[in-house]
């Protein structure tokens, strides 16, 4: 996710390259935006969720002295419940049973939120062709059912390419969150035939190489299992991005994750989630 992002007031029709929510213009996803309207930078986004909303009669002041017709709200903390809490201000003391619910009604009142639409398990796409630890390979691959792995699918329990030969010369990607039940080093594994990376935190959704991953199991190998940590704090959507790729003979790609207090498991179940709208962040 983007630190923050710039918003306008624009009542009339949608702006090229920006989305449009209600009376607000979003740029998306980082870029400044310049020229008319009057584009403000919206709350960093790695400090909380931030609602924005549009200010009839140009009344918000902002912080050169003059006025604006945007206001924006940020929850104290990157939680469901720190969301819930600043949604349930924003919205008249009404109260939220989730985060979705609170994002659904926000966004057909006209505000916009950082929230996510979270749904459970991560989506995976399978493609065409080897990756060659090159993670820019995935943003024009083509996906394609290859053996045991559809094309797209979403997995809730478990993380894996299956155990079994499903052919040659093909990837596969993961994306979505994790959201993990206790606030401690999280050590995270892949095991794989060939290459395999993990990304947790902001990486996962820009700036990933081969240089920053959480977990580098690169190059083609047979199955090796590779590990690295993230501190990680309780109820936090991280974003997740794992790749896999198989040149040839074997191939495998199994998930796993310890702490100190959880013993190593595959089970990911009602700990990963993806955005429906996106399949992906
Ligand atoms: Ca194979
Ligand atoms: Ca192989």
Not at 56 to 81: C, H, K, M, W, Y
Not at 137 to 166: K, L
Not at 261 to 267: A, F, R, V, Y
């Amino acid at each position: 996710m983007p630190t923050s992002r710039p918003f306008a007031y624009n009542p009339g029709s949608q702006i090229s390259g920006t989305l449009k929510f209600g009376s607000l213009a979003v740029g998306t996803p980082t870029s400044g935006v310049t020229g008319n309207p009057r584009w403000f930078n919206g709350p960093d986004e790695e400090l909380g969720y931030v609602i924005a909303q549009s200010v009839s009669a140009n009344t918000q002041t902002v912080p050169d002295g003059s006025n604006a017709s945007i206001g924006f709200f940020r929850s104290t903390a990157l939680t469901e419940n720190a969301f819930i809490s600043i949604a349930q201000v924003v919205a008249g003391n009404q109260t939220f049973a989730s985060g979705n619910a609170a994002y659904t009604w926000l966004t057909g009142n006209s505000y916009w939120a950082s929230w996510v639409p979270y749904s459970a398990g991560v989506f995976k796409t399978t493609y065409s062709g080897y990756f060659n630890d090159n993670v820019g390979f995935f943003a024009t691959a083509t996906p394609a059912s290859i053996g045991g792995n559809p094309a797209t699918s979403v997995q809730t329990t478990s993380i894996f390419e299956p155990a079994q030969d499903d052919g040659e010369n093909f990837s596969c990607q993961w994306l979505g969150y994790f959201k993990p039940t206790t606030s401690e080093t999280y050590t995270f594994y892949t095991s794989s035939d060939d290459a395999s990376y993990v990304w947790i935190g902001n990486n996962a959704v820009s700036g990933f190489t081969t240089g920053n991953p959480t977990v580098n199991n690169g190059g083609l190998h047979g199955t090796i299992e590779k590990s690295g940590t993230a501190t990680l704090v309780a109820g936090t959507y991280y974003p997740l991005r794992i790749q896999f790729g198989e040149l040839s003979g074997g191939d495998v790609m199994t998930f796993s994750y310890s702490t100190p207090t959880i013993t190593k498991t595959t089970n990911v179940t009602g700990l990963v989630f993806y955005n429906s709208t996106t399949n992906g962040f």
